[in-house]
């Protein structure tokens, strides 16, 4: 971290708003490939594995470049970031208009998209917002955490309205335009904000990388976003085509789940700012059993006239998106605060990528075998199960730290 003046009271809620609202912009250009997907099966005939593998490929990328990012961001700050991720997007989205392969898709959004919407990530915000909030770490944290929940909400509806408009090639294109002209407002919101250099700590002051992978509790951080990343991808990004593959009309249930993914707005930020006063465990647990509340709801529905369930299924599964996630950032933070927070929680978010690849393309390949998405949807069941009582298990803090 940096030598940096206090920031008062009206900065602060400035930044918070500034890091919602760039990684809302982030976020929504990754999510609205669950549309696109739908499209991509219509236009190219490519299979449910096929079309997942790009958004699978992105989830590896996201793990596998966190930490780097998380490293760069405690020495660079974040407006060099945020400029690095916009250009990235903007290249990635208006080359993506051209596209005519599958490895076209594969190498723009898994790579290229993906690497810039890291930059615009929580990777970023998280170290940055838990140096200024501390007493209300888990406030903070869920509401800049809410945005990936918001991002999902207008991303379906949205995307969708522009490929019925525009076609899929001018969605992207325009999608494109879009980034490049906010990519330096959103850059200037954070001048002078945690710009790297001199280091106001030593290292010793606080947890390095290679203390933190010595305890059990990084390695069931890790365990909590893997085993969260394969419970909530076996389901999200097919949640769309499952719903047209039913009956229902595509617009319709873009925007009832569109509706639903809004409901995690206010979710996350209830359920991260309860983490502050009745544990971080308990409200994790809690969302874990709304989610899979959502998910058997969607596994009883047979045919497009039960409007009800799928109501149901987008609110309590939209309720709870993300909602684990402030509660787990926080608790990272918790266990493991000092100038290399954010390398740290680089690291550990890798087992999100991993977990939320497999979950995505593994959906559409037991869709592929099976012609249906209900042994999906109870792997992911299972999955949300582990991942709670892996949690549960951080209830006491690490003793050693070297």
Request: proline share 4%; glycine share 12%; with cysteine.
């Amino acid at each position: 971290m940096t030598d940096s003046k206090p920031l008062s009271n009206l900065r602060l809620w400035l930044l918070l708003a500034a890091a919602f609202g760039t990684f809302s912009v982030g976020a929504g250009f990754m999510h609205s490939y669950t549309v696109f997907l739908v499209t991509f099966i219509e236009a190219f005939g490519w299979s449910r594995a096929e079309v997942s593998l790009a958004y699978s490929v992105s989830q590896v990328v996201t793990g596998i470049s966190s930490p780097l990012v998380g490293w760069l961001v405690d020495r660079l700050g974040p407006p060099r970031l945020i400029l690095m991720g916009g250009v990235l997007l903007t290249i990635g989205l208006i080359a993506n208009a051209g596209a005519t392969e599958l490895w076209h898709i594969v190498v723009l959004y898994g790579v290229v998209m993906t690497l810039g919407a890291n930059c615009l990530g929580l990777v970023v915000f998280v170290p940055l917002l838990s140096k200024y909030f501390v007493r209300n770490r888990g406030m903070a944290v869920s509401v800049v955490q809410s945005a990936n929940g918001f991002a999902r909400a207008f991303s379906a509806p949205l995307t969708t309205l522009m490929i019925s408009g525009l076609g899929w090639r001018g969605a992207y294109l325009w999608q494109g335009v879009f980034m490049g002209v906010v990519l330096l407002p959103l850059a200037a919101m954070f001048r002078g904000i945690g710009q790297g250099g001199r280091r106001r700590v030593a290292d010793a002051e606080g947890w390095t990388v290679r203390q933190a992978v010595r305890t059990p509790h990084f390695w069931l951080l890790f365990l909590v976003y893997m085993f969260t990343g394969l419970g909530s991808f076996l389901v999200a990004l097919h949640q769309l085509a499952f719903a047209v593959d039913i009956g229902f009309d595509k617009l319709y249930a873009a925007g009832v789940l569109g509706m639903g993914a809004f409901l995690s707005l206010p979710g996350v930020i209830i359920t991260g700012t309860l983490s502050d006063y009745i544990g971080r465990e308990v409200s994790a647990v809690v969302t874990y059993g709304t989610s899979i509340l959502g998910v058997i709801f969607a596994m009883m529905i047979t045919s497009p006239d039960q409007h009800v369930l799928l109501w149901l299924h987008a609110c309590f599964f939209g309720l709870t998106w993300g909602a684990r996630g402030p509660a787990i950032t926080a608790k990272t933070a918790d266990l493991f605060p000092g100038p290399n927070l954010g390398a740290i929680l680089g690291v550990i978010t890798i087992g999100t990528g991993l977990g939320a690849a497999a979950g995505a393309w593994l959906a559409g390949f037991v869709f592929d075998t099976t012609g249906s998405y209900r042994v999906a949807f109870g792997l992911s069941i299972v999955f949300y199960v582990a991942g709670s009582v892996a949690f549960w298990a951080l209830r006491r803090p690490p003793a050693i730290r070297a």
